[in-house]
């Protein structure tokens, strides 16, 4: 793995030269290549106008201050700072999962095959079956549904609907909004996750003409339901090559997170000697408490000359 780290940080170039230095440290020409091709455009266009200065420049101004600063921290042991070890650790982390990433994808590349399996074994979760829109009145009578029925048609249904449903709907979760299920799949499931109904609304509202209500009660459990339908969305299949990129990203990532493990339970085996668990027992776990959101009030003030005295509205004081 060390060496993976290592090669992946090729040594000075033959035909680069130093053009500073700064303490023990060099800054070659190579670096100040690297550096320039970092540099977003619109930043080199803001530090000089001619290469010649701009080469200058960022050695004056980023290079050779970067170092200084590298140098001083290392006169003042900086490098022994638990935060400071810990970032370097998070540096070196980072660069050994990108040496191995880039290996991998050298000598082990994803392939065709791969990515295609990935998509068979998966494509039911690629694939959002066709969806019905339901609006649902739940009641414990057969007689109040059959109400329902007879006084939610003609041109102002909708009204009367609305107002059945918040006097009359059992589902709370639903019966302040006209008690919209919304889009409702085959077995039950809907857009939402903490909405499930029984499979047989769907294959009742399948029945229905969009904008239909159900012509009789349906038996939902100990319940009795009527349905709206409301509209419904057609069946939407990704292909494979639509799909092709996101199974990449996330075939890579199974691959990193399968040879960093591999690493891990190498390295412990050559290194973690011993663990003692006893001292575990002592380590505190006081964490600090959530920052406040509470705001004091604000205090009334008379409003300036020529303005308007806010009032209250939907969206806050205006």
């Known amino acids: 793995a060390l060496a993976l780290l290592v090669s992946a940080t090729p040594a000075l170039p033959a035909d680069a030269v130093i053009v500073a230095r700064v303490g023990n440290e060099t800054i070659s020409s190579a670096l100040l290549e690297r550096k320039l091709l970092e540099l977003p455009d619109f930043q080199r266009k803001a530090l000089d106008d001619s290469p010649a200065k701009l080469k200058r420049t960022v050695l004056d101004t980023l290079l050779v201050p970067d170092a200084l600063y590298s140098l001083e921290a290392d006169r003042l042991g900086m490098r022994e700072i638990p935060a400071v070890r810990d970032r370097i650790r998070d540096a070196l982390r980072g660069a050994l999962e990108r040496a191995l990433r880039e290996e991998r994808a050298k000598n082990n590349p994803l392939d065709g095959k791969q990515i295609?399996?990935?998509?068979?074994?998966?494509?039911?979760?690629?694939?959002?079956?066709?969806?019905?829109?339901?609006?649902?009145?739940?009641?414990?009578?057969?007689?109040?549904?059959?109400?329902?029925?007879?006084?939610?048609?003609?041109?102002?249904?909708?009204?009367?609907?609305?107002?059945?449903?918040?006097?009359?709907?059992?589902?709370?979760?639903?019966?302040?909004?006209?008690?919209?299920?919304?889009?409702?799949?085959?077995?039950?499931?809907?857009?939402?996750?903490?909405?499930?109904?029984?499979?047989?609304?769907?294959?009742?509202?399948?029945?229905?003409?969009?904008?239909?209500?159900?012509?009789?009660?349906?038996?939902?459990?100990?319940?009795?339901?009527?349905?709206?339908?409301?509209?419904?969305?057609?069946?939407?299949?990704?292909?494979?090559?639509?799909?092709?990129?996101?199974?990449?990203?996330?075939?890579?990532?199974?691959?990193?997170?399968?040879?960093?493990?591999?690493?891990?339970?190498?390295?412990?085996?050559?290194?973690?000697?011993?663990?003692?668990?006893?001292?575990?027992?002592?380590?505190?776990?006081t964490f600090p408490s959530a920052p406040s959101h509470d705001h004091p009030p604000l205090s009334p003030h008379p409003a300036l000359a020529g303005s308007n005295i806010p009032s209250p509205s939907e969206r806050g004081q205006r």
């Open 116 to 285: 295609a399996d990935y998509y068979t074994a998966n494509k039911a979760r690629l694939t959002t079956p066709r969806r019905i829109r339901i609006w649902r009145i739940l009641v414990n009578d057969e007689t109040l549904a059959a109400k329902v029925i007879a006084e939610t048609g003609g041109t102002d249904g909708l009204q009367r609907w609305r107002t059945l449903a918040r006097e009359n709907s059992l589902d709370k979760a639903t019966y302040m909004r006209d008690g919209d299920l919304g889009f409702v799949r085959p077995d039950g499931n809907t857009d939402s996750p903490t909405v499930r109904v029984d499979p047989t609304l769907f294959t009742a509202a399948d029945a229905l003409a969009d904008g239909a209500i159900s012509a009789q009660p349906l038996h939902e459990g100990t319940r009795w339901a009527v349905i709206w339908r409301r509209g419904s969305l057609a069946p939407v299949e990704r292909t494979l090559e639509q799909e092709r990129a996101a199974i990449i990203q996330v075939l890579e990532r199974q691959r990193d997170l399968e040879g960093r493990d591999a690493l891990v339970a190498t390295l412990r085996a050559q290194h973690v000697s011993a663990l003692n668990e006893s001292p575990l027992e002592t380590v505190a776990l």
